[in-house]
């Protein structure tokens, strides 16, 4: 199992916008991504299999890079699917593409992701030894505000115990995530 550690905000809690999209939209957007990710050599597309039935309709994309009207082109300029990628450029989000069984509806929405992708995805025990590093209780959920971890990432204490608990690379990753809360005043660190 593992616990993946990211930043989460006030937006996180409310209800992500969501847009129907058909098939033909979907292939359009899977060949519109790959295309820019050659073209400007970034991975926009993950994961990136289109032999996978479940992949094919469950994957995140990186939309930052990319204009809002070269994306919402390809859904005709739907108001809905403008809304969602609006949102995830907004935010610093990917979007999210994913299939109801149920009603075999496809959904674009704001993914949980960050754009870069900076999320920390620790094997548990390693994400253990993290949070026991940071002086947190070993817990599999939780969050903290982000003020707190820094002023704990600064701690010469808490830098000695993550050494000793072997995570002190966790540290400079952990860093890395906390650099993308700057945007946003109810930014905390959430893990699960």
């Not at 593992?2 to 409310?14: E, K, L, M, V």
């Not at 098939?23 to 289109?50: C, H, I, K």
């Not at 050494?163 to 660190?189: I, N």
Request: glycine share 4%; hydrophobic share 45%.
């Amino acid at each position: 199992m593992s616990i993946t550690f990211r930043i989460a905000t006030a937006a996180d809690d409310q209800p992500r916008p969501i847009a129907a999209i058909n098939a033909r939209q979907l292939a359009a957007f899977r060949a519109f991504l790959r295309e820019e990710s050659e073209r400007t050599g970034t991975t926009l597309l993950d994961p990136d299999s289109a032999e996978d039935a479940f992949l094919s309709y469950h994957f995140e994309a990186r939309v930052c890079p990319l204009a809002l009207a070269a994306v919402t082109v390809i859904f005709d300029f739907q108001t809905d699917v403008i809304s969602v990628v609006e949102e995830a450029q907004f935010r610093c989000r990917r979007v999210s593409v994913y299939r109801v069984d149920e009603s075999g509806t496809i959904n674009l929405a704001v993914a949980l992701t960050s754009d870069m992708g900076l999320e920390l995805d620790l094997a548990s025990a390693n994400a253990f030894a993290l949070l026991e590093g940071l002086g947190l209780r070993p817990d599999s959920v939780g969050e903290i505000p982000i003020d707190t971890v820094r002023a704990r990432l600064a701690n010469p204490a808490v830098r000695r115990r993550a050494a000793e608990h072997g995570v002190t690379a966790y540290l400079d990753q952990l860093d890395q995530l906390l650099a993308t809360a700057d945007a946003d005043d109810t930014s905390r660190l959430e893990w699960a």
